[in-house]
């Protein structure tokens, strides 16, 4: 077994898929992070009733992919007009009269597309639902994976982003679990350690491009540390919420 599995680990933390498919494997669930945007983004839209289908390319097939789902297919970010939804989550919040959503994403989507493969529950984890997604997770068994998203690099290699450390790190710390490996146990760390999620997220790299963008609402709505008690689980193909299964 590889030594990047973290085997012997009851809760794993690591970037991007191929951290997934180095620790994921064995999984019994896998919380995706992917802070700015794609899981505060699956969060504001199942706060809000659509259910949201994760898709890892916004090309032909996922028009294919959307009518077949009867879903409305999300636009990209810049390209959205009145009314439109994107990947951005002030579209999802603003949304009127849509049940489900495709979602395309190289990040979040992509790596919640090949973790259900491997038979885990998926779980989309933001700063907004961090602490509504560890109690229900809670009340599962068996390992538990936890997968940043970070960014990519113009090249497509990945970029490190440090708004998905802090959101991998809240979930972490609400978890409440013992058999946290040291990657785990640093992203807690890293999410202790911030005095201001609002003031660090607009601050941090990805926070700026977005801001720089005219996309501050966006960066402002990820920021909402635990604004809800969703819990989007991947279930047939689709993000819908699991928070009414939540332990009393």
């Excluded at 058999?179 to 992203?187: Q, T």
Aim: net charge negative; hydrophobic share 45%.
């Amino acid at each position: 077994m590889s030594v990047y599995a973290q085997h012997g680990y009851a809760v794993r933390f690591d970037w991007g898929l191929r951290g997934a498919e180095e620790c994921a494997p064995g999984s019994s669930v896998v919380a995706v992070v992917d802070v700015l945007s794609f899981t505060t983004a699956t969060t504001v839209a199942v706060e809000h009733g659509i259910d949201v289908l994760p898709y890892r390319w916004r090309d032909e097939s996922a028009i294919a992919y959307a009518v077949e789902n009867q879903a409305e297919l999300a636009v990209g970010r810049s390209q959205a007009g009145p009314g439109q939804i994107s990947l951005s989550p002030v579209t999802l919040q603003a949304a009127q009269g849509i049940r489900r959503v495709v979602l395309p994403s190289p990040n979040g989507s992509t790596i919640s597309q090949y973790v259900a493969g491997l038979g885990s529950v998926v779980v989309a984890v933001s700063l907004r639902n961090a602490s509504a997604a560890a109690r229900w997770v809670r009340a599962q068994e068996g390992v538990v994976t936890v997968i940043a998203g970070g960014e990519k690099w113009p090249g497509g290699e990945l970029r490190p982003a440090v708004e998905d450390l802090w959101g991998a790190g809240a979930f972490l710390a609400a978890l409440e679990a013992d058999g946290l490996s040291p990657e785990a146990s640093a992203a807690v760390g890293a999410f202790e350690a911030v005095d201001d999620v609002r003031e660090a997220l607009l601050g941090s790299a990805s926070g700026r491009e977005l801001v720089a963008l005219g996309y501050q609402q966006d960066v402002e709505l990820a920021a909402g540390y635990d604004a809800t008690q969703v819990v989007p689980v991947l279930r047939d193909g689709r993000f819908t919420d699991m928070a009414k299964a939540l332990p009393e």
